[in-house]
């Protein structure tokens, strides 16, 4: 006859073993779940713009909408991410532009830190690679789902700034698509409030203008450089100052 000791032992083995498939189990259908509720609206909003919409073979995350919008390649996407110990959809959204050094701009929403020492600020300045310009947006603390406000920063961190400071048209285009969509604050913030969450067809779609207007400021501002450092060139050169007690004087006037 066994050991009672290690029938107990072997007994409980076996019910972690079932707990641990059983958890498993549940959170793979969780996410299966999810997938589905955001693919369903995704198929129709593609179908909708006569965008293309692509499956994805991964058991969790969804597709990919993509082709063109408002003569634009767009590329809609999103991923699955449990690190910070709960299951977050991150959405992706590249637009993509014509005579920049940049060829796309892209905008990433993402979900607040859970740790409270890491603020909102810094964790997203951290996601920002500094190369193509690059915009995220995220919630600026943890208040639940009522709370509908959102921060936008940009990388470079003045990029927004300079963004929406250059086009006033730009202002009036945002607020005809939704009159309280956006408010900008003074530390090279953008706040504005969320519409909808990523299987909203009219949130995606204000996501779309709103990316296809930003491509159109950027490209208007590269092109006002452009214009700058060409007529720049054909400045003739100004005389050096020479140093006369405490004040620059240039030998020609």
């Not at 909102?120 to 996601?127: A, E, H, P, Q």
């Not at 698509?177 to 969320?194: G, I, R």
Request: aromatic residues 10%; contains cysteine; charged residues 25%.
């Amino acid at each position: 006859m066994p050991d009672l000791s290690i029938v107990i032992v072997g007994l409980l083995v076996a019910v972690l073993a079932f707990v641990t498939m059983f958890l498993a189990i549940t959170s793979q259908m969780f996410r299966s779940s999810r997938k589905k509720e955001i693919e369903t609206p995704w198929r129709e909003f593609a179908a909708l713009h006569n965008l293309k919409y692509e499956e994805c073979d991964d058991p969790v995350n969804p597709g990919r909408i993509c082709g063109q919008y408002h003569e634009r390649w767009i590329e809609l996407s999103a991923y699955s991410d449990d690190r910070d110990g709960f299951l977050a959809l991150y959405m992706g959204l590249t637009v993509g532009m014509h005579n920049t050094a940049a060829s796309s701009l892209t905008l990433r929403q993402l979900h607040p830190p859970t740790r409270p020492q890491v603020t909102t600020r810094n964790w997203m300045l951290s996601k920002l690679p500094f190369r193509n310009p690059e915009i995220v947006i995220a919630p600026p603390e943890v208040r639940g789902d009522a709370d509908r406000r959102f921060l936008m920063m940009s990388s470079p961190e003045d990029y927004t700034m300079r963004l929406f400071n250059f086009n006033i048209a730009l202002h009036k285009s945002i607020a005809k698509l939704h009159p309280t969509a956006m408010n900008l604050t003074l530390d090279k913030q953008l706040q504005f409030d969320q519409l909808g969450i990523e299987r909203d067809a009219e949130y995606m779609a204000f996501l779309l203008d709103l990316m296809c207007n930003l491509a159109d400021t950027v490209e208007k501002l590269n092109e006002v450089q452009r214009q700058r450092r060409t007529w720049e060139k054909t400045q003739p050169k100004r005389p050096a100052a020479v140093a006369v007690g405490q004040r620059q004087l240039y030998p020609f006037p």
